[in-house]
């Protein structure tokens, strides 16, 4: 049973392209969130998903941020218009009926 | 609203010697805690959790924490520390109620150095 896995593991982009990272969950988990961590700091909500359902996206900034997880295929956090702010490691974690499995992480950098 | 507080972003302790990362946490409602550990450029792997069982916790790698509710702690000790241990360590808090895995607040982490 593979674990969450995330691609890009490393993702550069020039400021003002755009991002897209994916997030396959772990065989069976319908649960999808995605965190963001900044240098030196720990990990900060951004928003959770059900297929085809956002159920919770308080932590999503309000503009430039956008998520999905479709009824086929990986949950994608997209970034439009990147900053130097976004340069972050993005994880994803997913689950069923117990606790969240985190996967690896994409490591964007915007130069 | 919940949060956790980490006290000291760093700690060194020597190989053989007690392991204590402090965590204290504030919820309105019942939590459920957790700590995870996580290697240089790797994900997050979940030591244990505190789901209002047994106050005293086992984890993985003979890491252990003790849900201490009048101190609104969730300090995580291991007796003999292993080179392999370095790493950072998160303290985090669940409004889950039914014990499955729900919106996460993280510490800000507390990165743990073994010496020889």
């Known amino acids: 049973n593979a674990g969450v896995m995330q691609n890009p593991r490393h993702l550069v982009r020039r400021r003002g392209q755009e991002a897209r990272l994916r997030c396959s969950p772990m065989?069976?988990?319908?649960?999808v969130y995605w965190y963001r961590q900044l240098p030196e700091e720990g990990l900060k909500f951004m928003v959770y998903?059900?297929?085809?359902?956002?159920?919770?996206e308080s932590g999503m900034p309000k503009e430039r941020f956008s998520a999905e997880f479709p009824k086929e295929g990986p949950s994608i956090l997209r970034i439009q218009q990147v900053v130097r702010g976004d340069s972050a490691a993005y994880f994803c974690?997913?689950?069923?009926?117990?606790?969240?499995?985190f996967g690896q992480g994409t490591r964007l950098t915007v130069v | 609203a919940q949060s956790v507080t980490q006290l000291g972003s760093h700690v060194s302790v020597s190989e053989g010697a007690l392991v204590l990362l402090r965590c204290n946490y504030s919820s309105s409602v019942p939590p459920y805690l957790f700590w995870y550990v996580q290697y240089p450029n790797q994900g997050l792997q979940l030591l244990l959790k505190?789901?209002?069982?047994?106050?005293l916790v086992k984890g993985i790698n003979g890491f252990e924490a003790e849900f201490k509710k009048s101190e609104t702690s969730f300090h995580l000790t291991k007796p003999s520390a292993h080179m392999s241990d370095a790493a950072e360590y998160f303290c985090a808090v669940s409004d889950s109620n039914t014990g499955t895995a729900s919106k996460l607040t993280f510490g800000t982490g507390t990165r743990l150095q073994v010496t020889l």
């Open positions: 505190y789901t209002s069982a047994a106050t």
């Open positions: 974690a997913s689950s069923g009926n117990t606790e969240a499995f």
């Open positions: 065989k069976g988990h319908s649960h």
């Open positions: 998903l059900q297929k085809e359902n956002i159920i919770d």
